[in-house]
Nanobody, 124 residues
Framework: QLQLVESGGGLVQPGGSLRLSCSISGFTLDYIAIGWFRQAPGKEREGVSCLDKNDISTVYDDSVKGRFTISRDSAKNTVFLQMNSLKPEDAGVYYC?????????????????WGQGTQVTVSS
């Protein structure tokens, strides 16, 4: 069974940085598509960044391009989301997700396995 555990969330001031981690067990990271998603109160869960198998393609939502970077460490079976220049509108619960199928879209409905989420708060 593929399992995902996020960590690294917290409170940060606007303009600050955080690095989220997603530790994956149950399957080799290189052979699954990975995504980071976020959900703010009262809003739908949205795709932030996704990475296809073997880094074939990388997708970023327009709102985070140039500020966020998704990466994977295959040796540690861990995926990271480096978030810089954080804005209040980046706040929410961030989820890591995975799927065995090739990445179609960076949308929650294309991912079958989910972590429990980690809270990111951006406030002064």
């Amino acid at each position: 069974q593929l399992q995902l555990v996020e960590s690294g969330g917290g409170l940060v001031q606007p303009g600050g940085s955080l690095r989220l981690s997603c530790s994956i067990s149950g399957f080799t990271l290189d052979y699954i598509a990975i995504g980071w998603f976020r959900q703010a109160p009262g809003k739908e869960r949205e795709g932030v960044s996704c990475l296809d198998k073997n880094d074939i393609s990388t997708v970023y939502d327009d709102s985070v391009k140039g500020r966020f970077t998704i990466s994977r460490d295959s040796a540690k079976n861990t995926v990271f989301l480096q978030m810089n220049s954080l804005k209040p509108e980046d706040a929410g619960v961030y989820y890591c997700a995975a799927d065995f199928l090739d990445l179609a879209r960076c949308s929650p409905r294309f991912f079958s396995f989910w972590g429990q989420g980690t809270q990111v708060t951006v406030s002064s």
